[in-house]
């Protein structure tokens, strides 16, 4: 009997009561996941009773968590109006989700602080009958960081998770879930697609969106595992990229700098018609001209905090059109 890493799903269902754990069928293992891992924690109470010794007697275990990270690449789904499988982890990051007339918009709002989910992290034995090992956890909430690692590469991104440790448990082979319906789209390489800053179109080859989630467990008594889940209580989001250094009279990031002046961030991949735009209306400088050097050429590291424009939409993520 062996786990190989390889084997490793992952499961994920909308609560439809938030902090309730729901039952997961095979149709819920269907994102495209990958780089699935998860420490799962049980808290310890030392206990060093005084007998004249310096023995220790057995601890008590108490509150019971666990944190689940994964990576998904950013890929339209088949119909605009369709939200691609991963945007449940979105909308579990405190992100709104509307589907309109041409297409589907994530936001993140205060008001989804608590729309968590259950998972379900499972390791295949190897062999022609397999057995499963389950991880479940509850009352899941979590962090994204959207990634653009090289031009001419998919933008992917990276999801922390997390919530109570509900079991770890065998899956007979007669029970095993198996993935089902996942997406057979391919992501689009980060080509042929603008990326702008304060309307400029910015030369570069990485950039970091983190949405900067604070994640909090909750402790709640009446619960196995002594957690009710996780919650979002604030959120910071940054923006960090490396264009090319360019002069003043080009780009004048100096005066935006010392000037307290924010400006629209734009990015989009895909072509026409099967695009996602990710989009934050107020971006601010809090660092820049930190020279780095690429293929040769001086670039201008910058980091910039996303603000607010009318509140809750420092961060836009458009699946087609709005």
């Given amino acids: ?22 039952t997961l069928t095979a149709d819920n293992f269907n994102i495209q996941a990958y780089d699935i891992n998860y420490t799962p924690e049980i808290s310890n109470k030392s206990r060093k009773i005084a007998r004249g010794d310096y023995s220790r007697d057995p601890s008590v275990t108490g509150k019971r968590s666990i944190t689940i990270t994964l990576s998904v690449d ?10 691609p499988n991963y945007f449940l982890l979105l909308r579990a990051c405190g992100m709104k989700q509307v589907i309109g007339a041409n297409g ?8 989804y602080t608590n729309v968590p989910v259950t998972m379900e992290v499972v390791e295949k034995d190897e062999g022609t009958s397999p057995s499963q090992l389950v991880y479940k956890a509850k009352g899941c909430m979590g962090n994204p960081t959207i990634v653009v690692e090289n031009v001419g590469e998919p933008a992917r991104i990276n999801f922390e998770f997390k919530g109570s440790l509900v079991s770890v448990t065998d899956r007979a082979y007669g029970s095993i879930l198996s993935p ?21 179109t910015q030369c570069l080859n990485t950039y970091t969106i983190n949405l900067n989630n604070v994640v909090e467990l909750y402790t709640c008594p009446g619960q196995d595992g002594g957690y009710e889940g996780a919650h979002i209580t604030n959120r910071s989001p940054t923006l960090e990229l490396d264009p090319d250094m360019v002069l003043i ?5 100096y005066a935006r700098w010392t000037g307290n002046t924010t400006g629209a961030f734009s990015s989009t991949i895909g072509s026409v018609g099967d695009e996602i735009t990710i989009s934050a209306p107020a971006a601010q ?34 699946h087609g059109e709005e």
């Fill in 1 to 22: 009997m062996s786990f190989i890493p390889g084997r490793r799903t992952i499961g994920v269902k909308l609560e439809s009561t938030p902090y309730t754990a729901e």
């Fill in 74 to 83: 950013v890929y339209h789904s088949d119909a605009n109006t369709t939200p």
């Fill in 104 to 111: 589907v918009t994530l936001t993140p709002d205060s008001d």
């Fill in 180 to 200: 089902s319906g996942i997406s057979t789209v391919i992501p689009d390489s980060v080509m042929s697609s603008g990326v702008t800053l304060f309307n400029e």
């Fill in 249 to 253: 009279a080009t780009q004048g990031d």
């Fill in 285 to 318: 400088y809090i660092n820049a001209y930190q020279p780095g050097e690429r293929e040769g050429h001086t670039v201008n590291n910058k980091t910039m905090e996303l603000k607010r424009s009318s509140g809750n939409d420092e961060l836009k993520i458009v």
